[in-house]
């Protein structure tokens, strides 16, 4: 409730981005990493493609949060309140993440899946 989600307008940091009340996912997710650390839980960001429904329903670059609780790395998305992530999140590596965030800020991305396997 600290924060106010903007898109495109990224605080730069979780200072910044609590003394303005706005950010976008990646603020949210340094924001959990931190709160969650000083309470003494390891945590970690996420980078990847989220599937994000509305008029214009597509797949999306966001982050998210890996938590270690009892023993287990849980998926979590503080930006869209879910408390355990589903399949609409795609993790990338962080090669992947790392061209998507140039990509992201060069101009507009786009992609076809090629294959698909179930397990």
């Given at each position: ?52 429904d ?17 023993g ?22 962080e ?25």
């Amino acid at each position: 409730t600290q924060l106010r989600y903007v898109e495109n307008q990224p605080a730069g940091s979780v200072l910044t981005a609590l003394e303005n009340g706005q950010g976008e996912c990646t603020d949210y997710a340094d924001l959990f990493t931190t709160l969650a650390r000083a309470a003494g839980f390891p945590a970690r960001n996420i980078y990847g493609l989220a599937y994000k429904d509305g008029p214009q329903p597509a797949f999306m670059f966001h982050a998210w949060n890996e938590v270690f609780v009892d023993g287990n790395w849980q998926a979590v998305d503080p930006t869209w309140n879910q408390t355990r992530v589903d399949a609409s999140h795609i993790p990338l590596s962080e090669t992947q993440a790392a061209l998507m965030m140039l990509a992201n800020t060069t101009g507009g991305v786009s992609f076809s899946v090629l294959d698909a396997e179930y397990f």
